[in-house]
């Protein structure tokens, strides 16, 4: 991976690595100061964070009770006998991740490109950072629970990523897979709400009950599959219409083979008629 390290301007690809590069004077000996001795040199730090109360993850690379002596200097951070002259750090995060904020325990220059960050100093000594970091999808998350919340939709978020459930009787008239205008307006909140991002991909999942289809409209959705795929396809159409970037968006369909509920009743049926709208880290 190239890596361009002046301050003012740096890239990185999008690998999870630490880097770091320090001039220092000669003859001097590098100590650093921590429970885990290495957790500024392995993206195994990524497993070693702490959870702050809003949910987001807080990676520190010192602790309050760490301390060590070295010819009568205590110190906590990076250190150096003969001090640092010039300090360079790289932090690059997952592309499904975000920092909220970071700091240093000394002065330098800080510079965020996307999902990588950079700090700068000189003539410092005793280094230590703290970080914030976040998923891009825990945002849009509360801001689709929060806006939604009076719309009869489920939002839910595990470590995939967010899905949106949403029932067929609000997106499509009972036997077709045209979006209502109801639907169309639910799916414009929803677009709203995320915005037309790149950081992350949709898939449209439509799904069906066990009820054949009959008549005239199975010459249409021979089966459940082909109900179900339709419905999804129309539900991405509608969201591409909205400006979503249609290059991140893919339609499945499972017809009546991923019930939520038994199709014995028809509260059942209903809860297994729906549309799942889910965002995945990309």
């Known amino acids: 991976m190239e890596l361009s390290m002046r301050a003012d301007k740096f890239t990185a690809g999008k690998e999870a690595i630490v880097f770091n590069q320090i001039g220092f004077q000669e003859n001097t000996e590098i100590h650093y100061s921590s429970k885990e001795s290495t957790d500024l040199f392995h993206i195994a730090l990524l497993v070693i964070l702490t959870t702050s109360p809003d949910g987001n993850s807080v990676y520190k690379t010192w602790d309050e009770e760490t301390r060590q002596t070295i010819n009568g200097q205590t110190y906590f951070g990076l250190y150096f006998t003969g001090g640092i002259d010039k300090l360079a750090y790289v932090w690059v995060l997952p592309s499904s991740m975000e920092f909220v904020r970071y700091s240093a325990n000394v002065k330098g220059d800080w510079v965020l490109r996307g999902n990588a960050l950079a700090f700068f100093a000189e003539d410092v ?12 999808l825990d945002n849009a998350f509360k801001d689709l629970s929060a806006n939604l919340a009076d719309r009869e939709v489920e939002v839910r978020q595990d470590e995939d990523g967010i899905t949106l459930t949403v029932l067929g009787t609000i997106l499509f008239a009972s036997g077709s897979a045209e979006v209502t205008p109801a639907g169309a307006a639910l799916l414009n909140q929803i677009v709203s709400t995320i915005g037309a991002s790149r950081e992350f991909r949709i ?53 009546e083979h991923r019930p939520r509920s038994s199709n014995d009743t028809a509260e059942g049926r209903a809860e297994n008629r729906r549309i799942e709208i889910r965002l995945l880290d990309k």
Request: aromatic share 8%.
């Open 125 to 136: 000594n005793n280094v230590a950072f703290e970080f914030e970091l976040q998923r891009k």
């Open 203 to 255: 898939s449209v999942e439509g799904h069906t009950d066990n009820t054949q289809i009959t008549g005239a409209l199975a010459r249409r959705f021979p089966t459940n599959w082909e109900l179900s795929s339709a419905r999804s396809l129309s539900v991405l159409r509608a969201l591409a219409s909205e400006g979503v970037d249609e290059g991140l968006m893919e339609a499945r369909a499972f017809g």
